[in-house]
């Protein structure tokens, strides 16, 4: 990176630098513990997102490239994730007939399982660790906050 920058960086004051640091300890601390407590079930949470977007698509399956834009993950990482679940058994990937370069993203009976054990628990954790500390108001203040951050996010993603 080039020590002559065009202009000077934006440096952040004192309650946005509050604001941030608090966001970012909680978040990967809340990240951590939700992981955790998914342990037991043999799911990380990446593995378990993938797998709730799956069990709600029509017939289990989704296309990778959908899967990829809704998880926001890049299609590379998608594809390790990928293949981590398809070792465990919970995914298979099956070729597109009308697109031979495509692939779906299919949860197996196994996968179903996994995730149908371990939803409970999740939710529990979930509740627990973050939804019981938020007013209604929070709620729905967080809800707006990152939905503008995810949309500002996904168009990056759209623009590369």
Not at 130 to 141: I, M, Y
């Amino acid at each position: 990176m080039s020590g002559q920058n065009a202009t000077a960086p934006r440096w952040l004051n004192p309650a946005e630098m509050k604001a941030w640091r608090r966001y970012i300890i909680a978040s990967r601390r809340l990240l951590e513990a939700l992981d955790n407590d998914l342990e037991d079930h043999d799911l990380s949470m990446a593995d378990y997102e993938i797998l709730a977007q799956l069990s709600d698509a029509p017939e289990r399956k989704m296309r990778m490239s959908e899967l990829a834009e809704i998880a926001l993950l890049s299609r590379s990482r998608l594809s390790h994730r990928m293949k981590v679940m398809e070792k465990a058994g919970w995914v298979k990937r099956e070729a597109c007939p009308s697109d031979k370069r495509g692939y779906f993203a299919v949860m197996t009976a196994k996968g179903w399982k996994a995730i149908v054990a371990a939803a409970p628990d999740h939710v529990e954790s979930v509740r627990t660790r973050f939804v019981d500390h938020l007013s209604k108001t929070d709620q729905e203040s967080l809800a707006q906050i990152f939905s503008r951050i995810e949309d500002s996010l996904r168009k990056e993603v759209i623009e590369e």
